[in-house]
């Protein structure tokens, strides 16, 4: 919310005297924790009520707030925001350097959101300003700060899951090897602290009329967005009009049109359902999406493009990744490497080929990590070298599997900057050791 003119200067007035402008009600259980530049102390609206009683309201890019905070960690923030054409995005400053940012996504209820990498025990001086304020007619984009405080002893092992092509599990509404996959992720969701799941793509095999492979698809994914797992599914050749009855071209002539049709697929799935989903490529659909978690004291964001993606998408990738250099980047895309590691070189009926992609995105970011992909082979997986030095694990996962249900797991361990991968078939409790991979040195940024 912005004030007049008269009305701001004369808060900047009080805030040379008291150093912020509080609006504080009186029956306040604790004093304000923040102090207030070029905004104000307002009554928390959120839930939940902070023990103050009052937020911190930031409604320009000048306007920040200011606290010291005990303990280790990362610094953790409790903000919700007024959307007007976009999120409002926080800057997080800690000691006097830039921690990170943020956006707030949320209009009701006070979402911790974590910064930066974590923090020694001790007392940290932390600052919170607005960056992105827009306004117009219509609204105003604010940002209002509950509380800040740190995580405490980070537990630097997590794990995320990435489901292989899934279109031989969607043909009859008998199988439930798709279901039995989600149901037994969040049933061992603590024992792997598992934080998001992905998909390779090809989640179904061909659209009908009743789009009944979808409701398949759908149904068992309840699961995961019930525990609240956040995910995010690459759309493979198989999910678009592309493809017809029994896995051929819909309509031959027109496969390169169709193969970016992708209109069932965005009705069934949508970046709501996806949970942790920040930013689209195209609004409205989730072909090219990207999805931000916190992992092991590390801030992790999931690229999920579209098969063989247009140059448009890519370029809209590249800003995504350079926005975002404290993250650790996993790309998600249906095609990428075939099973002995190497780069797809066809671009096929899409716009770009794996290669491109790699030569223009993949190993042009010293933070990109990691790549999974399906579409050929069984799986497999490969390492690059990207510009920067660092390396980049490139892993595929397929199976088009008629009898079980294979999921690879990832192991990370940010302290000891170690990755473990298996695969794994709840169904038959069937093991694939031999794609089992431990890596040493991984580059993970924290």
Same mark, same amino acid.
């Given at each position: 919310?912005?004030?007049?003119?008269?009305?701001?200067?004369?808060?900047?007035?009080?805030?040379?005297?008291?150093?912020?402008?509080?609006?504080?009600?009186?029956?306040?259980?604790?004093?304000?924790?923040?102090?207030?530049?070029?905004?104000?102390?307002?009554?928390?609206?959120?839930?939940?009520?902070?023990?103050?009683?009052?937020?911190?309201?930031?409604?320009?890019?000048?306007?920040?707030?200011?606290?010291?905070?005990?303990?280790?960690?990362?610094?953790?923030?409790?903000?919700?925001?007024?959307?007007?054409?976009?999120?409002?995005?926080?800057?997080?400053?800690?000691?006097?350097?830039?921690?990170?940012?943020?956006?707030?996504?949320?209009?009701?209820?006070?979402?911790?959101?974590?910064?930066?990498?974590?923090?020694?025990?001790?007392?940290?001086?932390?600052?919170?300003?607005?960056?992105?304020?827009?306004?117009?007619?219509?609204?105003?984009?604010?940002?209002?700060?509950?509380?800040?405080?740190?995580?405490?002893?980070?537990?630097?092992?997590?794990?995320?899951?990435?489901?292989?092509?899934?279109?031989?599990?969607?043909?009859?509404?008998?199988?439930?090897?798709?279901?039995?996959?989600?149901?037994?992720?969040?049933?061992?969701?603590?024992?792997?602290?598992?934080?998001?799941?992905?998909?390779?793509?090809?989640?179904? /095999?061909? !659209? &009908?009329?009743?789009?009944?492979?979808?409701?398949? *698809? +759908?149904?068992?994914? @309840?699961?995961? #967005?019930?525990? $609240?797992?956040?995910?995010?599914?690459?759309?493979? /050749?198989? !999910? &678009?009009?592309?493809?017809?009855?029994?896995?051929? *071209? +819909?309509?031959?002539? @027109?496969?390169? #049109?169709?193969? $970016?049709?992708?209109?069932?697929?965005?009705?069934?799935?949508?970046?709501?359902?996806?949970?942790?989903?920040?930013?689209?490529?195209?609004?409205?659909?989730?072909?090219?999406?990207?999805?931000?978690?916190?992992?092991?004291?590390?801030?992790?964001?999931?690229?999920?493009?579209?098969?063989?993606?247009?140059?448009?998408?890519?370029?809209?990738?590249?800003?995504?990744?350079?926005?975002?250099?404290?993250?650790?980047?996993?790309?998600?895309?249906?095609?990428?490497?075939?099973?002995?590691?190497?780069?797809?070189?066809?671009?096929?009926?899409?716009?770009?080929?794996?290669?491109?992609?790699?030569?223009?995105?993949?190993?042009?970011?010293?933070?990109?990590?990691?790549?999974?992909?399906?579409?050929?082979?069984?799986?497999?997986?490969?390492?690059?070298?990207?510009?920067?030095?660092?390396?980049?694990?490139?892993?595929?996962?397929?199976?088009?599997?008629?009898?079980?249900?294979?999921?690879?797991?990832?192991?990370?361990?940010?302290?000891?900057?170690?990755?473990?991968?298996?695969?794994?078939?709840?169904?038959?409790?069937?093991?694939?050791?031999?794609?089992?991979?431990?890596?040493?040195?991984?580059?993970?940024?924290?």
């Amino acid at each position: 919310m912005r004030v007049s003119t008269t009305r701001l200067a004369f808060a900047l007035v009080i805030a040379s005297v008291l150093s912020t402008a509080v609006t504080a009600p009186a029956h306040a259980a604790e004093p304000p924790q923040f102090t207030v530049v070029n905004g104000a102390l307002r009554t928390a609206t959120g839930t939940p009520q902070p023990a103050s009683g009052v937020h911190a309201s930031l409604w320009a890019d000048s306007s920040y707030a200011t606290t010291t905070i005990s303990g280790g960690g990362r610094v953790q923030i409790g903000a919700i925001g007024d959307n007007c054409e976009g999120w409002p995005t926080v800057e997080v400053t800690v000691d006097g350097a830039v921690a990170g940012r943020t956006t707030i996504v949320s209009a009701t209820q006070y979402g911790t959101y974590a910064v930066g990498p974590a923090l020694a025990t001790g007392s940290h001086q932390v600052k919170i300003q607005l960056v992105n304020d827009y306004r117009s007619a219509a609204c105003d984009r604010n940002v209002h700060i509950a509380y800040a405080n740190m995580s405490g002893a980070v537990d630097t092992t997590f794990s995320f899951a990435v489901m292989p092509d899934t279109q031989q599990e969607v043909l009859n509404a008998t199988d439930t090897r798709f279901l039995n996959r989600t149901n037994w992720l969040v049933a061992n969701r603590s024992s792997l602290d598992l934080r998001f799941v992905a998909s390779s793509g090809d989640v179904v /095999n061909w !659209d &009908t009329p009743d789009h009944a492979q979808y409701v398949i *698809a +759908r149904n068992a994914m @309840r699961p995961i #967005e019930t525990a $609240r797992i956040p995910y995010s599914l690459a759309i493979g /050749n198989h !999910d &678009t009009q592309a493809t017809g009855v029994g896995g051929s *071209a +819909r309509d031959p002539a @027109r496969t390169r #049109e169709l193969v $970016r049709d992708t209109t069932v697929f965005n009705q069934f799935f949508t970046a709501g359902q996806y949970g942790a989903v920040r930013g689209q490529f195209e609004a409205g659909k989730v072909d090219n999406s990207y999805s931000v978690f916190e992992g092991g004291g590390a801030q992790w964001l999931v690229l999920t493009l579209e098969l063989w993606p247009r140059v448009e998408a890519v370029t809209w990738a590249k800003g995504v990744v350079a926005a975002n250099p404290r993250s650790n980047v996993i790309v998600v895309t249906h095609d990428y490497i075939d099973g002995n590691g190497t780069i797809e070189q066809s671009a096929s009926y899409g716009a770009t080929s794996p290669q491109y992609l790699y030569d223009n995105l993949i190993k042009q970011y010293a933070n990109i990590r990691f790549v999974f992909s399906g579409h050929v082979g069984v799986a497999g997986s490969w390492v690059d070298t990207g510009v920067h030095g660092n390396r980049i694990y490139s892993f595929l996962q397929t199976f088009h599997s008629n009898t079980t249900n294979p999921v690879r797991l990832v192991e990370i361990d940010t302290a000891a900057d170690s990755l473990h991968t298996w695969i794994y078939a709840p169904h038959d409790n069937q093991t694939f050791s031999e794609y089992d991979k431990r890596l040493s040195g991984i580059g993970v940024l924290r």
